[in-house]
């Protein structure tokens, strides 16, 4: 539990660091996702990820983490696939790490509560 109190801390602080690194522009149009990771070794890092089919995060959005962009080509406006938040949790199930922690820069769409629930 305590890991996971830390780790809320850590994506609250980080969502605010990209929000404020963001352009009016963007924020309007496109939505940042960052996760707090467990990878199988035992090592924690950050992941970070864009809505859209190309998920490109700029290096001001990114800084040292870790950009994901495990896209989906199966992806609709319905199924959501594509968003930041679905991005970084199939790439956590594909190697095998556990999510401590996960925010966006918005307020998280149904579909993606759905399976973030689904995924635990």
Do not use: H
């Not at 980080?14 to 199988?40: C, H």
């Not at 950050?46 to 495990?70: E, Q």
């Not at 406006?77 to 556990?98: S, W, Y």
Request: aromatic share 4%; with cysteine; net charge neutral.
């Amino acid at each position: 539990q305590t890991e996971i109190a830390d780790g809320n801390q850590i994506i609250n602080n980080r969502i605010k660091n990209i929000l404020e690194n963001m352009t009016e522009g963007e924020k309007s149009r496109t939505t940042y996702g960052a996760a707090l990771v467990k990878l199988a070794d035992g090592t924690i890092e950050m992941w970070v990820s864009a809505a859209g089919k190309k998920g490109y995060v700029s290096l001001r959005i990114r800084g040292n983490d870790k950009v994901i962009k495990n896209k989906s080509l199966d992806e609709d406006n319905i199924n959501r696939f594509n968003d930041a938040e679905q991005t970084l949790m199939r790439e956590a199930n594909e190697v095998g790490a556990e999510i401590i922690s996960m925010g966006a820069t918005r307020y998280m769409c149904p579909v993606c509560q759905t399976v973030a629930k689904q995924n635990g």
